[in-house]
């Protein structure tokens, strides 16, 4: 029976996805080959590569605008020294809002100044911060948009006069963004697009070679952007599953259709934290994520009862992460509303058995 994966990541793809992927797995494109043992420098392979990276920007609505995409690998921890050995001569900015940012700024530190311009770690990340002021001299400003630990999401993005940098990994093509305000947007494939194993990126080729540092090939930008993602042998299964699962999405409609499903699912679940007494949400509700939903029980003893309620129904990967604790619902594009019903009914039978 498959289950209801609410895991935060490696996550669920959709179905029609996982079929293309396995059987492509046994003969890619009747080749008599699979997809892992395809040359990358072949027709077969560079033809995925383009169409992938192709539909990213169409997707985001950045054809024509001026940016370029990669598929990386490293993952956005990469990314959070990529960004900066890039884009950092003196000094960069950061909204603090959680345990990536916080890793991203160590990572920046190795080359400049560092500044959190803002913070919600007084009270263990449950909130955005609002209400700060972006100072005038910074080379860039990084941002964390969904926060998958403690399931918050940046609702309005700060004015800058300078690039603005953002971490998407649980929250890329989720929701209608002008994606046109940031200058790079970074995220590992495996909440919404694919297997762990590429990162994808999406930059302005604008604001490169800038900096004096002398950069090493495999961290430069404007490296792989002259090699087309082909700087090195490419994560070629995972850019092939992120491909069918960027064509899945357009099929859906793109990500405005997709964003109302995402919608329905949260309003669905937070109603149920909101309304049983014995659950109660983490996140500040202005600030509530779409994608990972945090809350705990009100009454512990009850726990033991609820985890055995939920594992029987079929759900997989419903703990909360050690930083916060309590349970965790992370309902990435591909899961289905009604998984969420089924998690919302066990919910609610454990109000009427409590």
Known sequence: MK???????????????????????????NSGLSIVEISHRSKDFVDVMEEARSLALELLGLEGKGYKVLFLQGGASTQFLMTAYNLLQSKAGYINTGSWSDKAIKEAKLFGEALEVASSKDANYNYIPKGYEVPNDLDYLHCTSNNTIFGTQIKEFPKANCPLVCDMSSDIFSRVLDFSQFSIIYAGAQKNMGPAGTTLVVL???????????IPSMLDYQVHISKSSMFNTPP??????????????????????????NE?????????????????????????????ATFSLADGHLKETFDTMWKEAGINGLNGHRSVGGYRASMYNAMPLESVAVLVDIMGDLERKA
Request: glycine share 6%; net charge positive.
């Open 3 to 29: 289950k209801h994966n609410f895991s935060a990541g490696p996550c669920i793809l959709p179905q029609e996805v996982f079929n293309e992927a396995s059987q492509a797995i046994l003969d890619f494109n």
């Open 204 to 214: 302005k080729e604008d604001i490169l070679g800038k900096i004096e540092r002398q």
């Open 236 to 261: 070629v299964f995972a850019v092939y599953t992120s491909m069918l699962t960027l064509r899945w999405l357009k099929k859906l409609g793109g990500i405005a259709a997709i964003a109302e499903e």
């Open 264 to 292: 329905k699912k949260a309003k669905l679940i937070y109603s149920e934290i909101d309304l049983n007494p014995l659950f109660k949400g983490f996140a500040a509700k202005e600030d509530r994520s779409t994608m990972n």
